[in-house]
């Protein structure tokens, strides 16, 4: 039985694992794995606790494009050829995992097999998370916006307590914090989750998942099974 909660490592043989070089890592809250400009000198491979990638304008806002757990690998795109981060990545739950030096990453890549299969196959859910949100977005009440993302932050973060400030989700929501206000407070008023300052504790995920829109289920489902899908790859 693998020792790795990492969706990827949990799927990687061991001999790979030994040629990836882990050193274990503390992802303190608001620790910074990637800065716009900055080098991608590592990819970071999630054990416990929750990261976003947001997208920082001129006026220092900032979106969420995308959700990093327990499913995910960070700096991906490295492997792929870029050098320099376009996004921030920073932990928003702390937790901890393991980091690997970007050159030995990029040798198992170019090896092909298990490594590959797999981190392009994490690619291709995340681009899924990032498309859907935005259609989410643009689509879906501030209500639904706001339970789907909370649902998926509870799957990833493995807990219905989350220290999140309104502030910081409006900024994961594209959205003013006014609109975060009243979408909070019209989820606590049916009795699906409690706040305050500070804190955000979900009650009832069924009921929950019922409010959000169907965004939630098709991202839960490829964030889950990436790693399952048949690839035809014989070890």
Avoid at 110 to 116: D, N
Avoid at 138 to 163: N, V, Y
Avoid at 172 to 180: E, F, K, W
Avoid at 185 to 208: C, K, N, W
Wanted: hydrophobic share 45%; glycine share 6%; net charge negative.
């Amino acid at each position: 039985m693998s020792v790795f909660r990492n969706t990827l490592l949990r799927h990687l043989s061991p001999t790979i694992v030994a040629r990836l070089s882990l050193v274990p890592v503390l992802l303190e809250l608001g620790h910074e794995i990637e800065f716009p400009g900055a080098p991608i000198d590592h990819l970071y491979f999630v054990e416990a606790g929750v990261a976003s990638m947001t997208t920082t304008f001129l006026d220092g806002s900032q979106v969420e494009v995308s959700l990093f757990g327990f499913e995910s690998v960070i700096g991906i795109s490295a492997l792929m050829g870029t050098k320099r981060s376009l996004n921030r990545v920073y932990t928003q739950i702390p937790g901890n995992g393991f980091s690997c030096p970007i050159d030995v990453a990029q040798e198992e890549f170019t090896r092909g097999g298990e490594f590959q299969l797999l981190t392009l196959r994490y690619v291709q859910a995340q681009l899924l998370q990032a498309m859907q949100s935005a259609g989410c977005n643009a689509k879906h009440s501030a209500e639904q916006r706001l339970a789907r993302w909370l649902l998926i932050c509870a799957d990833r973060a493995g807990t219905q307590t989350l220290l999140l400030s309104h502030e910081l989700l409006a900024d994961m929501l594209g959205t003013a914090r006014p609109t975060v206000t009243v979408a909070a407070a019209s989820l606590r008023d049916e009795h699906l989750i409690h706040y305050t300052r500070g804190t955000v504790r979900i009650l009832d995920l069924a009921a929950l998942e019922k409010r959000a829109c169907e965004c939630y289920q098709v991202i839960k489902q490829h964030l889950d099974n990436y790693a399952e899908f048949d690839t035809g790859y014989v070890a």
